[in-house]
């Protein structure tokens, strides 16, 4: 099981586009994939088509928290990928976390782990995080495998990315199984010598980290989220180029943790 947690602080990066697409592209190689919505945002929840006033708070995280089995709260989408829908009650989430034994940093991991021992398990757990550190992210860290972080040209996004990295390091020493951070460049185009010398700090500084995939602006993006489909099933005039760069961005991931 890869567990991938979608973070950065910085918020509007485009964690929920990537989580969303990349799982349901992970789903059309044949792996059995769950999203699990970690935002009071809802976004993911919805852009799958969870209808959120058929959500009771305990349907989400909150009730994994306080002991619900994972199966209970998972529900199927027309893509394909299975959803831990959010609430909007999960504005509440991080003092739940809080005052739950251990702070509940092993709440999600021992929630994935009974599911996985059930045969109930998945190849692929996405986790759409809120552009938030703090409880949430750190509950998530404790059970990913890996941590992929959506950047674009902005000296802001690079602070939020060595925070980031500051926590996957810490969560670390709790989960051995955390392999680092993972970079996508999205929103990423290299117009004039201001976005190259960007993109040179960025790759003096994590290339190690950055992945070679690198998601351009498009509208089949944004459009998609609007009528609650994945880009694979949006038919518009740029969806196919950017269908193309999930699926890469799938064989790399799986190509770098089978490798590892
Ligand atoms: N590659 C892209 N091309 C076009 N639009 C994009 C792209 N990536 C993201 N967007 C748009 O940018 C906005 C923010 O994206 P998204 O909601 O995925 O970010 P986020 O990091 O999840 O935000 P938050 O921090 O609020 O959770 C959305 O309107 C989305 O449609
Ligand atoms: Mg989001």
Redesign the pocket.
């Known amino acids: 099981m890869h567990v991938y947690a979608v973070a ?1 602080e910085k ?8 989580a969303v697409n990349l799982a349901v592209a992970f789903a059309l190689v044949d792996l059995k994939v769950l999203l699990i919505d970690l ?1 009071a ?1 809802c ?1 993911a929840s919805q852009w799958l088509g969870v209808q959120i006033d058929q959500v009771r708070p305990d349907d989400s995280m909150l009730g994994v928290v306080q002991g619900r089995p994972l199966a209970e709260c998972i529900r199927p989408t027309q893509e394909n990928v299975a959803v831990v829908p959010a609430h909007p009650a999960m504005v509440g989430l991080p003092a739940m976390l809080v005052s739950a034994p251990n702070s509940g940093i092993f709440a999600l991991k021992n929630a994935l782990d009974k599911a996985q021992a059930s045969g109930a398990g998945h190849d692929i757990v996405i986790l759409d995080l ?2 938030a550190r703090g409880p949430v992210q750190a509950t998530a860290l404790a059970a990913a495998t890996r941590c992929i972080a ?1 950047v674009q040209a902005e000296d802001l996004v690079l602070q939020s990315l060595k925070a980031l990295i500051d926590s996957v390091d810490q969560a670390h020493q709790i989960n051995p199984r955390l392999r680092g951070v993972s970079v996508v460049r ?2 990423y185009a290299l117009r004039g010598t201001v976005d190259h010398a960007y993109d040179q700090a960025l790759c003096d500084e994590y290339g190690p980290q950055l992945l070679r995939t690198i ?5 089949a ?2 459009h998609a ?1 609007g009528v609650q489909q994945s880009v694979f099933r949006y038919a518009s005039p740029d969806a196919a180029e950017v269908r193309t760069l999930f699926i890469e961005l799938v064989d790399e991931l799986l190509q770098l943790d089978e490798a590892a």
């Open positions: 950065l918020g509007g990066v485009g964690k929920t586009s990537i935002d945002q976004h809120a552009p959506p999205n929103r998601l351009p602006t498009r509208a993006l944004r989220a």
